[in-house]
């Protein structure tokens, strides 16, 4: 039987509530069996000077403890190069050929979608869920183009095909941002009411984010 698995993909530095969420709110809207929170591998320029690969991940199994549908993918943790889209989801395709991939992005990333490696074949390998991002419209960069392409009207249009459908959700909006969480760590003021209690509890034993 097939199976249909939702990917959001992101740095997850920390994960926060808007990453949760957003991906519960992808699981139940568009019926998915699960939601896969796949953490990407960070050159060592672009990490947060201190936290670990596995200490994202850990922060990940902990947020979603408490969702049975949401699960953490491992996949480009192990990788020692750049994490591509396209590269992930043919691996992903390899490991479990009888599966559907549902990728999740924001407005943001639908708008410059065209400059992403491969985007065609990440197409031919995936499906696309749009959650709304505070400003950013469907009338921005590739949007237009992209929806006018491959854009489906309801999910289960998107489930009569394999690949290549375009759907924009009406997600809730959250403005939480990692950006700013890190900076209120940094400041020790409360970043408790966007991230997990236990997401908080290992930031503060594990002392991330206080440089």
């Known amino acids: 039987m097939t199976k249909h698995i939702g990917i959001l993909g992101g740095t997850f530095d920390p994960v926060h509530n808007g990453h949760i969420a957003c991906a519960d709110y ?6 998915l069996d699960t939601v896969r929170l796949m953490p990407c591998h960070l050159p060592p320029h672009r990490a947060t000077p201190g936290v670990s690969a596995e200490q ?3 922060m990940v199994q902990l947020a979603i403890a408490g969702y049975p549908k ?9 990788k020692q190069s750049p994490s591509y889209t396209v590269d992930s989801l043919q691996l992903l395709h390899q490991r479990e050929p009888d599966s559907r991939f549902y990728f999740i992005i924001g407005m943001d990333s639908l708008c ?13 390998l995936a499906h696309l869920l749009v959650c709304e991002r505070p400003g950013y419209q469907a009338t921005e960069g590739d949007a ?11 999910i289960a249009v998107l489930q009569q095909s394999t690949a290549g459908g375009i759907l924009l959700l009406d997600n809730p909006l959250f403005a939480i ?3 700013d969480i890190r900076r209120q760590l940094q400041q020790h003021s409360t970043a408790g009411s966007a991230l997990d209690p236990d997401v908080l509890n290992y930031i503060q034993l594990q002392q991330l984010y206080q440089a």
């Open 144 to 154: 237009p183009f992209l929806l006018q392409q491959y854009g489906v009207a309801d």
């Open 177 to 179: 941002s990692a950006t």
């Open 70 to 78: 949401l699960v953490l993918e491992r996949l480009e943790l192990d």
């Open 26 to 31: 992808v699981q139940r809207k568009c019926g």
């Open 56 to 58: 994202r991940a850990a």
């Open 112 to 124: 410059y979608f065209r400059q992403w490696k491969n985007w065609q074949r990440v197409l031919q």
